[in-house]
């Protein structure tokens, strides 16, 4: 499977951008999605996550209430909602997807995942 991740740019504070995760070679309804982000000089960190079939998702505390994930798997396609951006959101994002995890397991620590895109790099300006 292959990820393609897009969207990302130079936005000003308090401005949106949405992210998107193309995946091919499989259909992106066996896997469990994800998004990290990586901050130069910084771990990377898990952002936010969609279980296969959308009934659940999980956020980070510092991106609950601005950001979105979603998905529809008839494009192959998740999605990133970001709003309200800070510079802090500042990184390289980072779409990530495996098809054992469970959304009733772990699922927020990037090791757990087999497969990952590109990076998409995300700017905040103050």
């Known amino acids: 499977v292959q990820l393609q991740a897009s969207g990302g740019g130079l936005v000003q504070a308090g401005g949106s951008l949405r992210l998107s995760c193309t995946v091919s070679?499989?259909?992106?309804?066996?896997?469990?999605m994800g998004w990290f982000r990586q901050a130069p000089g910084k771990e990377r960190t898990f952002v936010a996550a969609?279980?296969?079939?959308?009934?659940?998702?999980e956020y980070a505390d510092s991106v609950k209430g601005r950001f979105t994930i979603s998905r529809d798997n008839a494009k192959n396609t998740v999605y990133l909602q970001m709003d309200s951006l800070k510079p802090e959101d500042t990184a390289v994002y980072y779409c990530?997807?495996?098809?054992?995890?469970?959304?009733?397991?772990?699922?927020?620590?990037?090791?757990?995942?087999?497969?990952w895109g590109q990076g998409t790099q995300v700017t905040v300006s103050s």
């Open positions: 990530a997807a495996d098809p054992l995890l469970s959304s009733t397991g772990t699922y927020t620590r990037a090791e757990l995942y087999n497969n």
């Open positions: 070679g499989r259909a992106s309804s066996l896997y469990l």
């Open positions: 969609i279980s296969r079939s959308s009934a659940n998702t």
